[in-house]
C-alpha cells in the first residue's frame, strides 16, 4: 500500500486581547480583532500526522487513540479548503499524485488535558491545518493556512504562529482579510513565562460558541467592548509588546480578562467562567503588583476558571515565589527546572491559605514557537495508528 504521510507539531495560545464574538457563525469571523502569546510546546502540544492513500475509504480521526468524527462542519471545511489548494498545486503540474482525491487518516496526539479550558481545539486545529499543507506541499504562508485553521475554531488561527500574535478581525464577507500575523516572533521577548494554575473544575459553564452568540445577542456592554475598548486596546497592546513594556502589557491584559468576564455577566442570562478560587488569584495578583509596587504579573482566564499568570523571567523569584507558597501542596513543581528554594517567599496580606485546595495542577511554561515540522510520525505502514 502507498501511503503518503507528514507530521508537524503546533502550540497552544493564550489571548491576552480575547476574541469573544462572531459576525459569522459558519466562516468564524469575529467581530474584533485579538492578540495572544503562543506558548511553549515543550510543555503544551499537539502532534498530527496526516497520511492520504488510494486505498483509504474514508477520512478519519484518531485523537489520543480514540476514533473521533470529522463529519462536523468546522472539520468538514478545513479538509475542503486543503483539499481545493492542492488541487491547484496538481492543476500546475499533471506528473503530481492526485492526493486532493485520496481519503485522509489522521492521527493526532494532545500532550495536555483535551477539553479542559487547555486551548486544545486551538493546537489541535492548527496541527492538523499544519501536517495537511505539509502533505500536500502547499505553497501557502502561515497567514494564508490561519484562515482555514480559523473555520475549525477561531483561536486556532493564532497558533499558527510563535511568539505574539495578532488575528486581524478584517471586514470582508468572505473572510479572506481574517487572519492571523506575527506581531512579535518568541525572540523579541523570550524572557515571557507563563504560569498556568488549572482550577479544579472541569465543566464548562456554556461552550464558547454558544457562550459568544448569546452575548453578541444580548449585552449591551458588549457593544461598547467591541467599538470602544477593544479597537484601541488592540492598538495599545501592540505598542506594549514592541517596547517590551511589561506594565502597560500587563494592565491592558488583565483589564481585558477582565471586560470579557464583564460583558459574559452581561449576556442574559449571564454566563459565569470564574468562579471562587479563580476570583482569589485575581485578588492575589493584584495584591502581589500592589505589594511591589509595580506590576510585575498578569492574569487572564478564558472561557473557564483556569488562570494564566504571565510574568517576565526577570521577576521569576517574587512571581512563582508568590505561587510557591500558596500552592506548593499543588502537582507540577517537579518539573520546574530550578531549585524552588530559591525562590523568594512572598506572601500577601488577606489570603485564604486554603486556596489551594482548588487548584488541581501548576504547569510552568513559556512563550514559545509556531508549529513544527517532524519526522516523529503516529502513523503505522498501514495507515493506522501506531499505539493502536
Ligand atoms: N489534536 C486535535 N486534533 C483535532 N481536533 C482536536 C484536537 N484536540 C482537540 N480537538 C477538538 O477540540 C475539541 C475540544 O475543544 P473545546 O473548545 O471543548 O476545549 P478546549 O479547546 O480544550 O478548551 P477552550 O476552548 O475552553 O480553551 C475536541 O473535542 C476536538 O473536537
Ligand atoms: C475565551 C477565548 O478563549 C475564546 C476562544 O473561542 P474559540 O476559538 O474556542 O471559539 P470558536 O471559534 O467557536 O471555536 C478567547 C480567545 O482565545 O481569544
Known amino acids: 500500500m502507498t501511503i503518503f504521510s507528514a ?36 510543555d503544551l502540544r499537539t502532534l498530527t500526522t496526516a497520511s492520504c492513500s488510494a486505498d483509504f475509504d474514508s477520512d478519519k480521526l484518531w485523537l489520543n487513540g480514540k476514533l473521533e468524527s470529522l463529519e462536523s462542519v468546522r472539520s468538514q471545511a478545513c479538509l475542503a479548503d486543503l483539499r481545493g489548494l492542492r488541487e491547484k498545486v496538481e492543476a500546475k503540474d499533471e506528473s503530481l499524485p492526485k492526493l486532493s482525491q485520496y481519503k485522509l487518516h489522521i492521527v493526532s496526539e494532545n500532550n495536555f488535558p483535551t477539553a479542559a ?102 449585552s449591551d456592554l458588549f457593544q461598547h467592548r467591541i467599538t470602544e475598548v477593544v479597537p484601541k486596546r488592540f492598538e495599545e497592546m501592540k505598542k506594549a509588546i514592541l517596547a517590551k513594556d511589561f506594565e502597560k502589557f500587563a494592565e491592558l491584559t488583565m483589564k481585558d480578562s477582565n471586560s ?54 526577570i521577576n521569576e523569584k517574587k512571581v512563582l515565589g508568590l505561587i510557591y507558597n500558596y500552592f506548593s501542596q499543588v502537582a507540577g513543581w517537579e518539573k520546574y527546572s530550578k531549585d524552588v528554594s530559591t525562590l523568594d517567599k512572598i506572601e500577601v496580606q488577606g489570603t485564604n491559605p486554603d486556596i489551594y485546595k482548588g487548584v488541581s495542577k501548576v504547569i510552568l511554561t513559556s512563550i514559545g514557537n509556531g508549529p513544527q515540522e517532524t519526522t516523529d510520525s503516529l502513523i503505522n505502514d498501514q495507515g493506522l495508528p501506531k499505539s493502536g
Open 260 to 313: 470579557f468576564h464583564a460583558v459574559c455577566l452581561d449576556s442574559y442570562p449571564p454566563i459565569f467562567y470564574l468562579n471562587d478560587t479563580s476570583k482569589q488569584v485575581i485578588k492575589l495578583i493584584h495584591r502581589l503588583n500592589e505589594q511591589e509596587g509595580k506590576t510585575i504579573a498578569a492574569y487572564t482566564f478564558d472561557a473557564g476558571p483556569n488562570a494564566v499568570i504571565y510574568y517576565d523571567e
Open 7 to 42: 507530521s508537524s507539531t503546533a502550540p497552544v495560545n493564550i489571548a491576552t486581547l480575547k476574541y469573544w464574538g462572531k459576525r459569522d457563525k459558519l466562516l468564524n469571523l469575529p467581530t474584533n480583532s485579538s492578540i495572544s502569546v503562543t506558548l511553549s510546546q515543550n
Open 117 to 218: 479550558g487547555l486551548a486544545s481545539s486551538a493546537a489541535g486545529f492548527a496541527a492538523l491545518v499544519s501536517a495537511i499543507a505539509k502533505l500536500y506541499k502547499l505553497p501557502e504562508d502561515m497567514s494564508e493556512l490561519s484562515k482555514i485553521a480559523r473555520k475549525g475554531s477561531g483561536s486556532a488561527c493564532r497558533s499558527l504562529f510563535g511568539g505574539f500574535v495578532a488575528w486581524e478581525m478584517g471586514d470582508l464577507e468572505n473572510g479572506e482579510d481574517s487572519k492571523a500575523v506575527e506581531v512579535a516572533p518568541l525572540s523579541h521577548w523570550p524572557t515571557m513565562k507563563a504560569a498556568i494554575l488549572v482550577v479544579s473544575d472541569d465543566k464548562k459553564d456554556t461552550p464558547s460558541t454558544s457562550g459568544m452568540q448569546q452575548t453578541v445577542a444580548t
